[in-house]
């Protein structure tokens, strides 16, 4: 399906933490989808995650041009204002998004996790060097046979604690979002169903809008409300506890992004955090609507539909 919504990127930063996305100093933008046609856009980029490495900031992001499939860029800095020019990372011969990238200390490896969706399976890849511009298949950590799910795994992430890998992920089933969780010992596997999954059951906050983050001893996890559409806005839950046999969350917010400056003014569905440089650098994406009528005509009919 050619893209009718696209997306943008934008990074701040703060002296303190915040998700007030306001009080951030604007770093970089990524604005491939600013200018649309009748026909779509030329260049969406969305989905980014922020990894500090060997000094350096790194930001991969989906990268897909108008009628084509999504790949995985990267660019990274060492000061918060040269950037490198965006590289293709990881292509494959289906859509990539949500490059979930990550250190595991067991193994002492960098892995990615990206949303391969279309599969109808998680799938785990290594990073090939010390720069990160080449990440190999490396294992598939989950199938899904599941008959009646329409949409496979979506915005995967692994959360590591006390040695244990917490794994969430959505299917859509009927419409809904089950946001569900498993959990193994190591990283390629194998992955249990968690007693307290699926966690929720519900097309507002069933998907994740990026990764759990643990910030000043707090772990949070990023949810998309879906409510308003896909890619309308953002929420925060804060996760009180997760162990191997139980988890609670509780929602501190439900509007993070939609209407909050004019960058935001149709939503947006992704938020990480990462401390560099003595920093909190911040990653979010701007939903970006497309002005021609024919679109958003279909545009709407996809919202009723609930195709997202």
Known sequence: MLPIDGFKVRIVEMDSFSFDITRGREILR???????SLLGFNLIEADPFLFVYNEKLFLFYESMKYGGRGVINMISTTNLKDWTKPITVLKEKCHLSYPFVFFNEKTNEIFMIPETC???EIRLYKGANED?????YYKTIMRDNVVSTQISFSDSSVFIKDGVYYLHTTRQIENNNVLELYVSSNIDGPYCRHPSSPILKDLKF?????ALMTINDKIYRPVQNCAVGYGGDLGIFEV???SNSNYMETILSDNVLLGK????KNGGHHFQ???FAGKYIISTDAKV???????????????LLRIY
Do not use: M, W
Not at 206 to 210: K, L, V
């Open 132 to 136: 990160l511009t080449d990440f190999r």
């Open 261 to 264: 400056s004019a960058y935001y």
């Open 240 to 242: 009180n506890e997760i």
């Open 30 to 36: 990524l604005d491939g989808c600013d200018h649309p």
């Open 289 to 303: 609507q497309n002005k021609y009528v024919a679109n958003r005509i279909f545009d709407k009919i996809k919202i």
């Open 273 to 275: 955090c990462v401390k």
């Open 206 to 210: 069933g998907r994740n809008g990026g």
């Open 118 to 120: 279309q599969l109808k």
